[in-house]
């Protein structure tokens, strides 16, 4: 763990360039003082609101049980988004903290914050299922050991409110800059999806 | 006739029932003989949305130290499906004399209802790392573990406490380490500390 917390830059560099090597599609990235807007567009109009939490430990489907203590590989959240009232624009509002345990991800783990900014369909594998929702907007990126960074851009590229419980069923795909993603079925807690009535 | 009106009345009673939500989380609750500190408290609204209460670290000399404080707890209000969820994270616990380090407390509280049925668990909760009177501790916590710390007092660990009539309303709150310090001659508790607090709860 305190090694973990003493990474040296050259080695969150390493991670930083094993990120971006691993990416499919241009992204914006994370680079102090400089900042590209959040990614916008693709999607369309959402007719619900979603809110969760909870703990994602697994990746890509494989499974939902808690990953091995001595990994520290698991990642905690919270939120609540929203599309405006007017839909065009896809703008949304709402905000996320999601937390990574894992040593070996950006930063030695992190905390992050995230302002919604746009809310639509999902555009990933899982356009066209109703039950998930697409948002994503900036944040601030408050490492373990590489500092924090302000105005990151984030994309929760789907939550998917499959069925109560959410354990097991729910999952969640979320991307900031091009330094970091997570995507998995929920080993606690729920998301959501709800009518569009009321602010929360 | 008077009983298709007393089912109206009665769904329409049901119907403006108030429902709601409650969430609460926080890293670590120290109660110091009357004198009490507590890191920042999530309190999500009774109508729902979220909230979050972080610090960087945490200590009372003598009785907690901790580092990356997490509390967030969310929810919503919905006819058809409504939730609350609270989770709370705290690393690097050392508590009661380092009898009890973690390197990782997390607390997860889930309340849900829809249609037809509702329920509420703590999954997810767990340690990281937890070591107990010197004794690394492998295997998962089972809820309302009890343990001794000699010569100091007592501890629960995961401590979970449903809560609501499992009808109309359901909730659970979890604390994933409750410290009892007691006076060694009297017995009488002299400090009580929560590590890793997570509630949450709906009602229709």
């Known amino acids: 763990m305190i090694k973990a917390r003493h990474l040296a830059l050259g080695a969150v560099a390493a991670i930083l360039v094993a990120a971006c090597q691993d990416t499919a599609s241009p992204r914006p990235s994370i680079t102090a003082g400089h900042v590209k807007p959040p990614p916008k567009g693709g999607g369309e109009c959402a007719n619900f609101r979603l809110t969760g939490g909870g703990r994602v430990d697994q990746r890509d489907h494989l499974g939902y049980a808690k990953s091995t203590p001595e990994s520290h590989d698991f990642a905690t959240f919270g939120f609540q988004a929203r599309p405006t009232s007017s839909c065009p624009p896809t703008d949304g509002s709402g905000n996320i903290e999601w937390n990574e345990h894992n040593p070996d991800e950006f930063g030695g783990g992190f905390a992050f914050h995230g302002q919604v900014a746009f809310f639509t369909t999902p555009t990933d594998e899982t356009a066209g299922d109703s039950r998930c929702g697409r948002f994503g907007g900036l944040g601030r990126l408050n490492t373990r050991n590489n500092g924090t960074f302000e105005d990151v851009p984030f994309e929760v590229n789907h939550a998917c409110d499959v069925a109560e419980p959410g354990v097991g069923n729910d999952h969640i795909k979320i991307t900031i800059g091009d330094v970091y993603t997570r995507h998995g079925i929920l080993s606690g807690g729920n998301i959501q999806q709800h009518r569009l009535t009321g602010n929360n | ?204």
Not at chain 2, 87 to 99: I, K, P, Q, Y
Request: contains cysteine; glycine residues 12%.
């Open chain 2, 1 to 204: 006739m008077t009983l298709r009106f007393l089912v109206a009345l009665t769904l329409l009673a049901g119907a403006v029932q108030a429902q709601s939500v409650t969430g609460k989380a926080f890293g670590t609750y120290v109660n110091l003989a009357g004198n009490v500190s507590q890191s920042p408290v999530a309190t999500l609204p009774s109508s729902g949305g979220m909230a979050t209460g972080q610090a960087d670290a945490f200590g009372v000399p003598g009785s907690v130290d901790a580092q990356w404080l997490n509390a967030v707890t969310t929810g919503a209000v919905d006819n058809k499906k409504t939730g609350a969820q609270s989770t709370s994270e705290v690393e690097n616990v050392s508590t009661a004399a380092g009898l009890i380090t973690a390197d990782i407390v997390t607390a997860v509280a889930t309340s849900y209802f829809g249609q037809f049925d509702g329920g509420t668990d703590a999954t997810g909760s767990g340690f990281t790392n937890l070591v107990v009177n010197g004794v690394p501790v492998t295997e998962d916590v089972a809820p309302n573990t009890r343990v001794d710390l000699p010569g100091v007092g007592y501890a629960i660990l995961n401590e979970q406490t449903p809560t609501g009539d499992g009808v109309t309303s359901w909730g659970m709150t979890v604390n994933m380490i409750h410290v009892v310090l007691q006076d060694a001659l009297t017995g009488l508790t002299t400090c009580e500390i929560i590590i890793g607090s997570a509630s949450s709860s709906v009602a229709r």
